[in-house]
């Protein structure tokens, strides 16, 4: 691993976990009560978000590493009820490296997962629902399908309301899962709720991984959703480097 930018006279080493969750730490200078919105997110070299429908063919080892280091460092992950289904999310597990930091900073043993739906369609009998660690949430609208409501109370499924329509309004998400104290927040995508929170302007942080990878086809980019009016400037953190993977992070302005 390699730091790019800001110019270092590091080695090719592979780094330790914890000087990985030291470079990606939460902000102390949070702007707002409401937390810090991180997200994680990989493209191939031509811009595809996945291939056949996943991100896995994208990532490497490197890559997992710091997929791993981030989710360690957050109090919930956020991701859309679309990649639940595709990527086959499992709960979030314990790994011993990061219990000492997690109880240090007043955080559970894992974070828990949140599953974004205005649909409510989802298998509750997934072990996402089932065996998690900490309870999975479900967030979506006031005005959801009473069936899929009713489906999560039976499963003893917790849900958070963000908005008064089916649609989650990204502008009450994070003041949603901050009340439960939850702060420091990662999201995972996909490419239409990472678009959806994007063009609100609450995600505070991006971290994108492009892999030396070329698939072609017709893969959304990061960000799926309707144009934004003007581009939205971010500012370049840092650069990592690891076997042509580059680790990109960048700050809203």
């Known amino acids: 691993m390699r730091r790019l930018f800001p110019e270092s006279a590091g080695d090719d080493r592979e780094w330790e976990l914890s000087e990985l969750a030291d470079a990606y730490a939460y902000p102390e200078d949070q702007p707002s009560g409401d937390g810090w919105l991180r997200a994680n997110m990989v493209s191939s070299a031509d811009g595809a978000a996945h291939h056949g429908g996943r991100s896995k063919p994208l990532s ?3 890559d997992m590493r710091i997929f791993g280091v981030l989710r360690a460092l957050a109090d919930v992950v956020i991701v859309g009820a679309e990649t639940v289904r595709e990527e086959r999310y499992r709960p979030a597990r314990r790994r011993a490296q990061f219990a000492e930091r997690r109880l240090a900073a007043g955080q559970t043993t894992v974070p828990a997962i949140a599953v974004v739906s205005a649909s409510l369609h989802l298998d509750f009998g997934l072990p996402l629902f089932t065996e998690p660690v900490v309870p999975t949430l479900v967030i979506t609208g006031a005005r959801a399908p009473r069936a899929g409501l009713a489906a999560a109370a039976a499963a003893g499924v917790e849900v958070v309301t963000a908005g008064e329509e089916a649609m989650v309004a990204p502008e009450r998400l994070k003041s949603a899962l901050a009340a439960r104290g939850h702060r420091r927040m990662l999201t995972e995508g996909g490419p239409r709720l990472l678009g959806l929170l994007a063009s609100a302007g609450v995600v505070d942080e ?6 030396p990878r070329v698939t072609v086809g017709t893969a959304p ?14 500012v370049l953190t840092d650069v990592l480097e690891e076997s042509g993977f580059l680790f990109n992070r960048y700050r809203r302005v």
Request: aromatic residues 0%.
């Open 206 to 211: 991006l971290c994108l991984t492009v892999s």
């Open 60 to 62: 490497g080892p490197a």
């Open 221 to 234: 980019r990061v960000m799926s959703g309707p144009e934004v009016a003007d581009p939205s400037d971010l």
